[in-house]
């Protein structure tokens, strides 16, 4: 039976709490070497480093922060640099939300998205998807594309890092896929096959009411059958089966971010599913020492 999540549902961000700020994202950091920090209802990451004392990342964290206590807990661990990026639109935006932190053009995050909203009758979803969209859909079923569910994560680290070098994106170590497989109560994996061969897949986390389509991958095979639009159709009929309802596409490209610039393939892939784009505020931070502005782009 699919759990019931429509208590928590909310319609806006910021009356939500976002995955980077679960118990789950919490086990994630601390197994790839950021010290978790639990200030009240929000959720830092504490990073030691040689020379600098540390870095710290508030990723995704409800209004009002507790900005006395993070001073508090930068000044104890010596950092250089804290780095916030709050759960608040654009448009949410003033002075007293952020304090004394300033706008930076660094963000570790996406700063736009799309939420599908899957409260919708399925039939209501399919008929959201753009005409290309659904043709596409279609084709890659006709082409005799097929999918399963798999825990083969392997496999997946695979044919995403493959995909990820040749679009110069950042791939990390096997072993941080792993344990975000592992830290997560809540996620699958959905793969993609043709003639018997995975071409492409997908890895979503969920927490509470939202899934997260948070790594896709597709090899040349895979994008010549459509099997990434078969792929993500399954991904919206299978969070609405298992009660969420809501789906993140985590992340399309934001005229603001210059990163971004090279996501216009994928962003109109996901553009094509219908929902609502969302545009964060982006991030922000504060400096300790100089050297904090010189590492705050990369932390």
Known sequence: ??????????????????????????RFMESIGWEEVVIGATRAFVRSLPILGSVIRIPRANLPLPVEEIDQLARQRRAAVVKIEPNLLLEKLSPQSIGKFEKDDYPILPTKTIWIDLKEPLEKLWTNLEKDTRNLVRRAEKEGVRVAESK?????????????RKKDFYVPFEREMESLWKSFGQKYLLVAKYEDKIVAAVMILG???????????????????????LLLWEVIRKSKA????????????????????????????????????????????????????IVGKWI
């Open 1 to 26: 039976m699919p759990r019931d999540r429509t208590k928590t549902y909310a319609e806006d961000v910021g009356e939500i709490t976002d995955i980077r700020q679960s118990p789950d994202y919490g």
């Open 152 to 164: 083969d994560v392997a496999s997946f680290y695979k044919l995403w890092s493959d995909t990820a």
């Open 207 to 229: 927490y509470k009411e939202a899934a997260y389509y948070y790594f896709a991958a597709s090899n040349e095979t895979g994008r010549s059958v459509y099997a990434a639009y």
């Open 242 to 293: 298992e009660g969420y309802v809501r789906l993140d596409l985590e992340g399309i490209a934001d005229e603001r971010v210059r990163r971004t610039r090279d996501w216009a393939g994928f962003s109109h892939f996901k553009k094509g599913f219908g929902g609502k784009e969302v545009q964060y505020a982006g991030s922000f931070s504060k400096y300790y020492s100089m050297l904090g502005r």
